[in-house]
């Protein structure tokens, strides 16, 4: 990610190079999965994607600039000393914009404090949903089946290699508020990192 300057306004923006090149046909596809989620959205909780200019190289993406980090490094510069009053502040902002998504039929699927955002360094910060590179966009009545997230926050039903909706996300919410309240994750930590698909593999349950 680089940071880039409007020439006239000053204002700043976030850069994302996605080098086609380097990447196989799944991992361009997920890409483009991304920016077509973002051009839907217009959420005070959710990055924003200005523009997208693309050549025989790379694609760049024009994202909203946010400073302040992520929720998982907030959490752990405070030792995990986080009010409840803000918890619950943090959990209904993630809950308004996973809401937003769920009625144009977008499932984030890796909802975790560290795909969450503050926008500045400020105690009044909002925060915003950001990474979709694992995203879906269901139509009416559909489910997905992909193995994604990652272990700790995931559903059930992904890990089980059922079918599900948009629950998925309201299940990793869930888990996202325990560990804000508690300190802990209510699963083995030692999972919290590990993508699903990998671990598919490392038990030889998927591709």
Avoid at 14 to 36: D, F, G, P, S
Avoid at 127 to 148: H, Q, R, T
Avoid at 152 to 165: F, H, R, T, V
Avoid at 181 to 190: I, K, N, R, V, Y
Wanted: glycine share 4%; hydrophobic share 40%.
């Amino acid at each position: 990610m680089r940071t880039a300057e409007h020439k006239i306004t000053k204002e700043k923006f976030a850069v994302k190079i996605i080098k086609k090149l380097q990447m196989t046909e799944k991992q361009l596809e997920q890409a483009r999965t991304e920016i077509e989620t973002l051009k839907i959205c217009r959420h005070q909780n959710i990055m924003r994607l200005y523009e997208v200019f693309e050549n025989s190289d790379n694609i760049y993406l024009v994202l909203e600039y946010l400073v302040g980090g992520n929720l998982y490094n907030y959490v752990k510069e405070r030792k995990h000393n986080i009010k409840e009053e803000k918890s619950k502040k943090l959990i209904k902002s993630i809950a308004r914009a996973l809401d937003y998504l769920h009625r144009y039929g977008i499932i984030h699927r890796d909802i975790k404090p560290d795909n969450i955002v503050f926008a500045s360094l400020s105690e009044e910060s909002d925060v915003k949903i950001v990474d979709f590179g694992l995203a879906k966009i269901l139509e009416p009545n559909e489910l997905a089946s992909e193995p994604v997230g990652t272990l700790c926050y995931a559903a059930p039903e992904i890990l089980l290699g059922s079918k599900y909706n948009k629950n998925v996300d309201l299940w990793s919410l869930g888990v996202l508020a325990y560990w804000l309240l508690s300190g802990t994750l209510p699963f083995s930590p030692d999972l919290a990192e590990k993508d699903i698909a990998e671990y598919f593999v490392d038990k030889n349950i998927g591709e």
